[in-house]
């Protein structure tokens, strides 16, 4: 595989970012002295984000889908067509400092680093958006939000260990990606994809870190809430959680699990939040790809020689924080 930078972003009518993003991609891109590329796979917008790339950037690869796939679909996409070894997985809505990339690259000196992300801030100020990700559960449940940096910045300096990479920014290996299958389009149209990589990722053997010196800008706006209504996207979420914990917990844990559901879908009737009822719909009506995603994982796992516990890892990146955690 050709060493260098790859930075794909999934685009779904992000006509109106593009002059904002794409020269700040470029220049961190050039000040790196590697060869580089920039891939958009749009994910069939109706707006003129095609014509107008084509116009204004042509020296950008542009992918396009067939039909409307969703995040994990797309991000498939650009990836596997990536020319180069490192992957910059980029949100459209996500502008690149000039140096984001000088600190980023001596993770991949540890042969079992799968990737890192840096540290997102707000576009117009430097309230932190994401810091590393911290591995938190409350029961059998996994909890797919939560972050932590340490009051001391000196001890953030050589990376903290982060429970999963956002896709917003995640810096990936491109052939430990494909090894362990990529993301896994269960979960398209969109949410949670990233948790699982990564938490697939840490169980297969390999590591993802947060880099606070490597900032990068996000605009708080996305396309979902413009496509989407609330209702069929607090749906989509749930189920997508479902997914997490069918394909990922084992055991007693799995079956508490399971149990868990039945109270937890009667109390959103009593409440009203009928939208649930959707998502374990649509949950149990996907058994037969939860089964083929446990199968996958298995056999990845029998093929690498590794099969970590959530608790493994939980312990493995508690074990390592050093001073105080800071949760935002």
């Not at 980023?104 to 576009?123: A, C, E, H, L």
């Not at 990233?194 to 605009?219: I, M």
């Not at 939040?273 to 029998?302: C, E, I, P």
Request: hydrophobic fraction near 40%; charged fraction near 25%; aromatic fraction near 12%.
């Amino acid at each position: 595989m050709v060493t260098g930078i790859s930075v794909v972003i999934p685009n779904y009518n992000g006509i109106h970012l593009f002059k904002h993003t794409l020269d700040t991609v470029a220049e961190a891109l050039q000040n790196t002295g590697k060869p580089s590329e920039i891939i958009v796979v749009d994910d069939c917008s109706t707006d003129a984000s095609v014509a107008y790339l084509q116009q204004h950037y042509p020296n950008i690869k542009l992918l396009h889908n067939s039909v409307n796939s969703g995040f994990s679909v797309t991000a498939n996409k650009g990836i596997k067509a990536a020319v180069y070894d490192k992957v910059l997985l980029l949100n459209s809505d996500v502008k690149l400092t000039p140096d984001y990339f000088s600190n980023q690259y001596k993770y991949f000196d540890k042969p079992d680093t799968f990737g890192v992300m840096g540290r997102i801030v707000g576009w117009d100020d430097d309230k932190i958006q994401d810091g590393a990700k911290f591995p938190y559960y409350h029961g059998s449940k996994i909890k797919t939000s939560g972050n932590y940096l340490l009051k001391d910045e000196k001890l953030m300096q050589e990376g903290l260990f982060s429970m999963y990479l956002s896709g917003a920014n995640a810096f990936i290996d491109k052939e430990k990606f494909l090894l362990i299958g990529g993301f896994n389009e269960i979960f398209s149209p969109f949410y949670v994809e990233d948790y699982e990589l990564s938490l697939r990722a840490w169980r297969l053997g390999f590591k993802c870190y947060y880099d606070y010196n490597s900032v990068c800008r996000h605009q708080v706006s996305t396309s979902i809430k413009s496509k989407s209504k609330k209702k069929y996207v607090s749906a989509i979420y749930d189920r997508n959680k479902m997914f997490l914990h069918a394909i990922h917990l084992e055991g007693v844990q799995r079956m508490l699990w399971y149990l868990q559901l039945i109270p937890e879908a009667l109390i959103r009737v009593v409440t009203f939040r009928w939208h649930y009822l959707k998502s374990l719909s649509m949950f149990l009506n996907s058994s037969g790809l939860v089964v083929q995603s446990r199968q996958d994982f298995n056999d990845k796992a029998k093929k690498l020689k590794s099969r970590k516990s959530l608790q493994e890892i939980k312990s493995f990146i508690l074990g390592n924080i050093k001073g105080e955690r800071v949760t935002l």
